[in-house]
């Protein structure tokens, strides 16, 4: 059983990383987009 899931758990992780990464960029441009509202 353990043999099994390993192999699984890598494309799970790599898939969580991406996800974050996604989410950041979303608050990142999220961000900006108010701070330059605010400023115009």
């Known amino acids: 059983m353990e ?5 699984l758990r890598c494309p799970m ?3 969580d990383k991406a ?3 996604a989410t950041n960029v979303l608050n ?5 987009m108010s701070i330059t509202g605010m400023s115009e």
């Open 3 to 7: 043999e099994y899931t390993t192999p």
């Open 28 to 32: 990142f441009v999220k961000r900006l």
């Open 19 to 21: 996800y974050s990464r």
């Open 13 to 15: 992780i790599q898939a």
